[in-house]
């Protein structure tokens, strides 16, 4: 099913933000849709109309810095604990008291932690790529400079405002292919490349990024979207996600080792890395994910999983949401 612009309803609602631009289709129970790094609400475009015939009321949001929705200057005001009240406050200014949350790659973390600290508003949550992971452990920052030896790990190097900015916005279309080749499925340079999450010293991530076709999901006007958004908006607000790694480990302290009781699905690419590092977070799902209904790896598959595999992805989706309690 292919999602026509006429299809959906635009909207702006107020938020701690400032405002949050949301795509809706359909009615029904909200399923609320929050995409990852450097995405969009447009990263929903296969689900919007397959949930909206299904009998949800579907909204996809562009998260606080991207798209349409507000990009507050200072790096603090993009801490988790931001995001999550976004989200609670989109689900009151439609009108509505709960919601299902559907998150990929950071919003799977996002949508993660507004299951755990709204359960009242998130009654289930479903999770994209990346693997809910409890807080613990040393500082965020600590972890990622002991990854990097020689090279320095792609979430470093997004630490220092203007740094990856200066990389990305001469050429945000460029980029973009590249990156979105270098973890799809289809095009990802093989086990032997230099990996793409990583940089030399004095190098920048692009260097890694695999020459040649794009994959097969990203049609021309995919990428003219993309790009068309962050050559207007720029990538500090976007970055400035992983600039509160820190922070929020210092938020999130009283729920340390905490696990989402919800009613749960987890679905990841098996070519992902986000599922081959955080495998041991996969296994460790019985404790910390005890509302687990499905968990899906899906063979050949990358990172950007609803829009690689938009079908499968659709299938278990709605099936997951048929199996949700009333």
């Known amino acids: 099913m292919t999602l026509h612009v006429t299809d959906?309803?635009?909207?702006?609602?107020?938020?701690s933000a400032g405002r949050i631009h949301l795509v809706e289709q359909g009615t029904g129970p909200l399923v609320l849709l929050v995409h990852?790094?450097?995405?969009?609400w447009y990263s929903w475009r296969h689900q919007l109309p397959v949930l909206a015939a299904a009998g949800y009321r579907a909204v996809a949001i562009d998260v606080r810095g991207y798209g349409r929705s507000s990009k507050p200057a200072d790096t603090a005001a993009y801490r988790m604990l931001?995001?999550?009240?976004?989200?609670?406050?989109?689900?009151?200014?439609?009108?509505?008291?709960?919601?299902?949350?559907?998150?990929?790659?950071?919003g799977a973390a996002i949508a993660a932690n507004s299951a755990l600290i709204k359960p009242d508003v998130f009654r289930a949550v479903g999770l994209l790529s990346v693997p809910y992971t409890p807080r613990g452990g040393p500082r965020p920052s600590e972890v990622f400079t002991q990854m990097g030896g020689d090279e320095e790990f792609y979430i470093s190097y997004f630490q220092q405002p203007g740094r990856a900015e200066a990389e990305?916005?001469?050429?945000?279309?460029?980029?973009?292919?590249?990156?979105?080749?270098?973890?799809?499925?289809?095009?990802?340079?093989?086990?032997?490349?230099?990996d793409p999450h990583f940089v030399s010293k004095g190098g920048m991530l692009r260097d890694r990024f695999p020459a040649g076709r794009p994959p097969a999901w990203l049609g021309e006007s995919d990428l003219d979207f993309y790009a068309g958004e962050f050559e207007r908006t720029g990538l500090a607000g976007a970055l400035n996600r992983y600039r509160n790694m820190d922070r929020d480990w210092e938020d999130l302290a009283v729920f340390d080792g905490a696990p989402i009781v919800q009613p749960s699905l987890f679905i990841g690419g098996r070519l992902d890395a986000s599922t081959t590092w955080l495998a041991d977070a996969i296994n460790a799902y019985p404790a910390t994910?005890?509302?687990?209904?499905?968990?899906?790896?899906l063979d050949d598959c990358g990172h950007w999983i609803q829009q690689e595999r938009p079908a499968e992805v659709n299938q278990i989706l709605t099936d997951w949401l048929a199996?949700?309690?009333a």
Do not use: C, K, M
């Open 82 to 106: 931001d995001l999550v009240e976004d989200n609670a406050e989109v689900v009151h200014a439609l009108g509505e008291e709960s919601a299902v949350i559907v998150g990929h790659d950071w």
């Open 168 to 194: 990305i916005e001469p050429d945000v279309r460029g980029w973009l292919a590249g990156l979105y080749a270098a973890l799809s499925g289809d095009t990802q340079s093989g086990p032997d490349a230099p």
């Open 323 to 325: 199996a949700l309690p």
């Open 8 to 15: 959906v309803t635009h909207r702006l609602v107020s938020s």
């Open 289 to 297: 994910l005890p509302g687990l209904i499905s968990s899906h790896l």
């Open 36 to 40: 990852g790094f450097p995405e969009s």
